[in-house]
């Protein structure tokens, strides 16, 4: 009985694996996917990424599609696949995405899945000798420094933290002269956070003159700062970078509100300039700069906002580069040429690898995006304040 | 020793047995179910910070005042704790130990990724009483909303103390756990108790998950972890289903990870207190006020 | 197809790692520390092909070894609790693990590359697979001759008289104590072939991933490794690859069609699984068929007479 009823188990769920990976066989379309976290405390990242991405895909749809090799035109399908910011599903879905006819991939979400993804590709092209997987990714969201160089079949659309915060830092000694000291806070054991306090923050602080007087740590889930406000206190800075996500950034917020710390500026990460602050700590939070690579500054960018929020989701620093590099892959992909048929997919595969590896510019939202040549982008930024319940552009260095 | 450290010291030593208070709430919770039924409910802090939830929706959608959200999210948490009742201990045979475990742990991926689900991971604000106030004394600063923490844990613990000696719901509480069979025998409905018992330790969670919301001022799931791993350490450093034992537990623990903090910085504070709670367990595996010789 | 060898990859790696909690559990202990014990050996395996570069089959093996030892160290002072405070004191143990190899900077220049452990960054580029040329099916079936070598040796074990002894301690630690045996030595023992194990599979794990932090040493996978072989049943060996199977085939890769209730479902799952068979998917007795091709006696029948 009990024998019987795990067999049915079984055989259930094998073919749930079967059903779901089962390829779509229906004519003139192609499959692009999206992968990354859309549940669990980070799910926010997928859900926005995924939305972004299907009314991109729509948009393109209704404008033709794109164009196949023989001239023909194809739609593109979507899909999106969880992998629960957890290494191994991610590797796991990645492998799945491999074994459909899918040509490429937008993902993941989270810089601790991306690393090990990365490196299961192959980490040079034709390299025979390596037996890593060869399938291109596009990554939008997930933001660590320097991941793609691990592999030739990653490209990514992030913006480049170093670029932007040594611009930020720059303007900041322009715009505020008498600022003198610089107190970061990092929140520790976030690979990401660490990695941009200092390898990216205390650098560009450092160049452009800061006197770095104290660094606060604390860990993604403290919930007592009163001892690392205290240093920051004494120390009396000019400038308070944090580099930390938005629930610990706004109890470090409230903390310093509390110990009456008032810098004359006030930075923070990259990503936390969305919702999640100012839904979190709108309050504290108000003032503080942080440069991001999207703000609904022109026309398209407000269309793009728009077609995703009717999607349901909200379209950040994070989302748009899932929405851009939808549209730089119709581009890419009507320029290499694919033949869109089962029997090419490999060589369909390689061709958009290589299309994004020649890609020395791309359009972006905000404007033209460069293509660097170890797979990274550097991508056009505004400075954003919190101002009441939203983001305001403070300053645009592209104007 | 410098004037400066002085003052960080008892600052940090303050700072920590205020905030402490609500880990023994946590702890006490956990010493409650542990004392009566003798299993462990890994759901617990989980539960407790899905009541919470309950509060913050109420403030979320009717801007209800911060009495009404704190006493919405003691009773939201003690309600959920009567599902982890009935979800996971009501049914899985007394024999069994390992199955209501496992079916707590289930319960607490459960309760976890539907809080995340209805917020969206997002932190949201809570309300908090007394934020602004200050209580200066010299240069060490005793922030008003932590005394109101402090005072509301006080009070709910005083009210546990009331339950259990002065009622005679208290009596049958304190019966079944000290003889199960012996307390059945008596006519004292054990599986009542027991729900009871979940739902007391509930309230108490919630309480606890209220006030570190509310000393934090925002909430959000990613908290729950760790609230478990604090209160299950407090219950072992007091000793397994002791009360005083939890409560001094709780401040040690809170008092102890500040200090660490201050003289160790942030990312070697937690294997100290690990280390110190090893060392503790095989040291004096009792805790403070149990007696070495319990069953488990 | 690659797709499924990653799949079974996976289910090899979480076998180990459950493994090694089933010996702990047989002798009735609860051990939170088999996360942390799964990390030394993911750490100590990495280090070993991607800084000295040595061949992943000794790398697992001094890996597995190095955990043994420490997990016999351990055993010692933790054993002296039970029940609630042995999980709280493993619970502890795996947590100063992790932050140890969150304070851990360790690099040695490979091919004018830093390679090792940094810290809150972790340890990437364990490549040993693809930059040996092997197949994911070759990983695949390099993972379960490891497996079913476990398998078969805590199979036989259950059969002998260790095995008896291990559940004889699991059953009433006062009657097994009262008939001569060694509390100490079998759980101690227990510890360390649970910590053997755990290494192999942490530092396989590390070489499938290729990248390894902290974070994902933490007490969710220390939940797992314990959950696998309660769910399961601790009746044989089998019970937790039925469990395995159960939470990374059809929990978390079948149901992906749910989309987002997946997640939702996953506890609640697990929560209906324990109330409808207490004793584990396939109970606390090892499987019939399997029993039946011995004949004489046996102590798990003799146990059941009783």
Redesign the interface.
Known sequence: MKLKSLITAGMISASALALSSAAFAADKTVRIVGFGASSGVVGIFGQNSGAAMSAAFEKINAEGGITLADGSKAMIETEYYDDRCNAEEGISVLRRIASTDALVAIGPTCSNVAEPLFGILQAKVDDAGDTGLQFPVFTDVAIKGGLAGISEWVFRNTPSEAKMYDDLFAWIRETYPDAKTIYGGVEEDFAHSRFTWYSVMKTAAEAHGFELVGEAQWLLNDTNFSNQARGMRRAEPDVVAISAHPFTSCGMLREMARQKIQPKVLVGLTSSSSLETLSGCANEAQGIIIPTSFAPVNDEAKAAAEAVAAKGGALDLHSAAAWENAMILRDVINAAGIEGTPDTLEADRRKIRDGLAALTTAHGLLGENKRMPDGEAVKPYVFVHAQGNAWEVVHNPGS | MDYFFIIDFVQSLADGLLFGTTYALIGIGFTLIFGVMRKLNLAYGAAALAGTYVGLGLFLTFNAPPFVVFLASAIGAGLIGLVVYYCCFRFTPEAHPMASLLASVGMLLFLEEMMTHVSHGMPHPYPSVLSGATLELGDIWIRGDLLFVFGICVVAMALLFWLLYRTPLGLATRAVSQQPRAAQLCGIDSARVNALTFVIAGVLGGTAGAMTAAAVGILSPIIATGLTVKGLIVVVIGGLGSIPGAIIGGLLVGAAENIFLLLRGVTERDIYVMLLLFLFLTLRPGGLFGSAATRD | ????F??LQ?FG?HTLLGLSAYVV?LTGQ?SMAQAGFYAIGAYTAGAGTAMFGIHILPAIIVAGLVTAVIACIVGF??L??????L???T???G??VR??F??LTWQVDRGGELVGPN????F????Y???H????WHVTAFIWAVVIVVMVALWWVDRTRAGAVLRAVGHDETAAQSIGLNLTAVKVGAMTAGGFIAGLGGGIYAH?????????F???LA?FA??YP??GG?GSVFGTV?AV??IQ??L??????L??W???L??????????L???G???EHA?RWFRRRKTGSEPLELKEAN
């Open positions: 197809m690659d797709f499924y990653g799949l996976i790696v559990l609860v002072p933790a002296r609790v039970k029940g609630l405070m999980v709280v004191a619970l502890a143990f947590e100063m932050l140890f969150f304070n810290g809150a960054e972790g990437r580029s364990i490549r697979f693809p930059e040329g092997w197949e994911v499938t991933v290729t990248h390894i932090e902290h974070g994902v933490g007490v969710l939940t314990i959950a309660i769910l601790l039925i199977l159960f085939g059809f978390i890769e079948g149901l992906r069609f989309g987002d997946r997640s939702l996953f506890g609640a799952l697990i929560v209906l699984a324990m109330n068979r207490p004793t998917l396939l109970g499987p």
